[in-house]
Every structure is written in C-alpha cells, then in structure tokens.
C-alpha cells in the first residue's frame, strides 16, 4: 500500500475516531451521575471501545487476534500489560470485566475525557509526588481490587516501540507484593501498525495474548525476572511473527 493511500486511510479514520469519542463524550456526559464506575466501564467504555475498534478494522485494516483468554481470571486481579500503541486503552475494555486502569494524573484534565476517567474510578499517579504517589497507587489499588474491580497496569510506565523494551517501573512491583495478588502479564505486537506517537495505521493483525498469571508470595525481584521475561521474550516473538 502506497503512503498516500496509508495517510488518507490514517486521516480518515482519524476523523471519525474522534468525532465519534467525543459525541459519544457529550451524550453520555449526564450517566456518570446517575452510573456507578463499574456500570461505567463496562457499559460506556464497551460500546466506545467496540465502535472504535471497528472503525480501525473497516478504514485501516487492522484487526486483532486474542491469545490465552483463558489465563484472565474470573476474580479481580491485577493485569500487567505491554504498551506500544493507543490501542491497548481500547481492547480492555471489550477483554476484561470491570477495568480500571493506572495512568498518569494528566489525562483526568482533559476536556469530556478526563471526567470519564475519573467517573470509573480510574487511578491517576501524580509524577511528581515521589514517594507520596507509590503509596497513594497501592491503597489506590487495594480499594478497586476490593470492589470487585481488575487493575491494569502498563510497568514500563509509557509507550515503547515495537520491538524495543523500556524501563520497567518499580511500582508494578510494590503492587505485588502490598497488594498479595496474581498478575497476568500481557505481550502484544500493536506498535507494529499503529505505532507510538504514530500518525499512520498500517493495515495487518494485532496479536495480544494474556500469559499465565504470576501467583503472590515471589520476593519483588523474583517478580520483577518473571515478568519482564515472560513479557518481552512473548512480544518479541509476536513482533516477529505479526
């Protein structure tokens, strides 16, 4: 596919991504009053996250393949993701039931968006607090899990390109060990079409695959081994494959 046809499709998609994300914004703007974060999430986040991954399957190309479903366990958990691409902020909400993602303090700021993110309970960190901001995380953390809610977590803390590994945050780790439950690492290949910081999407298949959950009771750099390998080692061999 030529770079023209990949920019209009790109552009395209664009358009009606964020036209769609923000009517959607405005007319459900008055549930986060009325709906408790659960329903939230798993109603609003569902129908946004469906539209827009059809919307990248009818004008980009990209569909997706989902790999270990039944590794994602039916209780509360935590689930510790790869983060490549924009698109991982989609596909939780259709996978997991009651999601409630960590993210930076910023993204709660912005216009429509942000007051959906705060509305489902979502655990914002605030960069710049320290040592403030891993405690507030944990008991963050504690009180969604003990709602019945699943946490996800991106431990390289941002977006990565393709094939490349960042830095994993140490907070994953105080997550496992304070919070004394299972985390299913996550490996995907999604930068491979829509890449960070990305304009273009180029058309192909996502492979996401859910690895078999790292029970409680490790030491933190026990953890730490397991799942930077668990992750890299099965993301590489998807960039690869993809």
């Known amino acids: 596919m030529n770079n023209f046809l990949l920019f209009l499709r ?87 039931d009651f999601p409630v993602f960590i993210l930076k303090k910023e993204l709660t700021k912005l216009p429509l968006y942000g007051e959906y993110l705060k509305a489902m309970d979502s655990i914002a960190i605030d960069r710049d607090a320290g040592a403030k901001a891993l405690v507030s995380m944990v008991n963050d953390t504690k009180d969604r899990l003990a709602k019945g809610r699943t946490v996800i977590i991106f431990p390289e803390g941002t977006r990565v390109k393709a094939g490349e590994k960042g830095i994993y945050q140490s907070g994953i780790s105080a997550l496992y060990s304070r919070c004394e439950i299972e985390v299913v690492p996550v490996a995907l290949n999604s930068g491979k079409f829509w890449g960070k910081n990305s304009f273009i999407k180029r ?36 960039f690869e494959k993809g």
């Open 10 to 96: 790109s552009l395209i998609f664009n358009i009606f991504f964020f036209g769609w994300t923000i009517s959607l914004s405005i007319l459900c703007l008055p549930l986060i009053f009325f709906l408790s974060p659960k329903t939230l999430a798993n109603s609003v986040g569902r129908i946004w996250a469906s539209v827009s991954l059809f919307l990248l399957r009818i004008i980009c190309g990209i569909t997706h393949e989902v790999k270990g479903a039944k590794n994602i366990p039916s209780h509360p958990c935590i689930i510790a993701s790869k983060h490549q691409s924009a698109w991982e902020t989609m596909i939780f909400y259709k996978l997991v």
């Open 203 to 238: 058309p192909g298949k996502i492979t996401i695959e859910f690895l078999p959950a790292i029970e409680p009771g490790l030491r933190r750099d026990q953890f730490m081994e397991i799942l930077e390998k668990t992750i890299e080692d099965k993301s590489q061999i998807l």
